[in-house]
Nanobody, 122 residues
Framework: QVQLVESGGGLVQAGGSLRLTCAAS????????MAWFRQAPGNEREFVAL????????YYSGSAKGRFTISRDNAKNTVSLQMNSLKPKDTAVYYCAAGWRAWTTRNEYDYWGQGTQVTVSS
């Protein structure tokens, strides 16, 4: 059974940092592109960042670039998202996802975690 489990969410003040981690079981992440998406209330799920299977290439949304860093540890079967300089508009449920191709659209991803809440207070 494939499971992706996110952790590390919480409440933080604007300007603060959080590190999200996604741990996989039943799936070798080393074969997949991994991505983070987020969904705020009333909004569609949107792309945040991705990292290809080897970790050699990453790609970020405009809102994440320069503030967030995606990384992976294939030996530990995990992927992380370091989020710095957080803003209230970053408040959302953050999801990790695994897919075969490095695309920014959610329907390209086959496996999803249950999400972790990130709340940034002003």
């Amino acid at each position: 059974q494939v499971q992706l489990v996110e952790s590390g969410g919480g409440l933080v003040q604007a300007g603060g940092s959080l590190r999200l981690t996604c741990a996989a079981s039943g799936l070798a992440l080393s074969s997949y592109t991994m991505a983070w998406f987020r969904q705020a209330p009333g909004n569609e799920r949107e792309f945040v960042a991705l990292i290809i299977w080897s970790g050699a290439n990453t790609y970020y949304s405009g809102s994440a670039k320069g503030r967030f860093t995606i990384s992976r540890d294939n030996a530990k079967n995990t992927v992380s998202l370091q989020m710095n300089s957080l803003k209230p508009k970053d408040t959302a449920v953050y999801y990790c996802a695994a897919g075969w191709r490095a695309w920014t659209t959610r329907n390209e991803y086959d496996y999803w975690g249950q999400g972790t809440q990130v709340t940034v207070s002003s």
